[in-house]
């Protein structure tokens, strides 16, 4: 049973920095691409950033591209998402997502694209 749990969430002042992490357990890492999404109050989950089973590609959202990293450290089984620069906008709950896959390079954008889920983490940055 895939399980995947992140952490790292919290305030900080507009303009601050958090890291967060997803660990992941009952699955083979390295076959799976990784995703991070937020969904705030009232709106749609949206996606952020998202990077291959490889982890040579990666691709972002606008809203977040120069600003969060995505990285994966397949000996740890572990994805991370560095955000920086953040904006009273970033704040959100999110969420990170795995999906098997046969393909080493390819990124997913869409929520259908994903079939494992955390639970969260709170991100809140405030001005």
């Known amino acids: 049973q895939v399980q995947l749990v992140e952490s790292g969430g919290g305030s900080v002042q507009a303009g601050g920095s958090l890291r967060l992490s997803c660990a992941a357990s009952?699955?083979?890492?390295?076959?799976?691409?990784m995703g991070w999404f937020r969904q705030a109050p009232g709106k749609e989950r949206e996606f952020v950033a998202a990077?291959?089973?490889?982890?040579?590609?990666?691709y972002y959202a606008d809203s977040v591209k120069g600003r969060f990293t995505i990285s994966r450290d397949d000996a740890k089984n572990t994805v991370y998402l560095q955000m920086n620069s953040l904006k009273p906008e970033d704040t959100a709950v999110y969420y990170c997502?795995?999906?098997?896959?046969?393909?080493?390079?390819?990124?997913?954008?869409?929520?259908?694209?994903?079939?494992?889920w955390g639970q969260g983490t709170q991100v809140t940055a405030s001005s």
């Open positions: 997502a795995a999906r098997f896959t046969r393909y080493g390079s390819t990124w997913y954008t869409r929520t259908q694209d994903y079939n494992s």
């Open positions: 009952g699955l083979t890492f390295s076959s799976y691409a």
């Open positions: 990077i291959s089973r490889s982890g040579g590609s990666t």
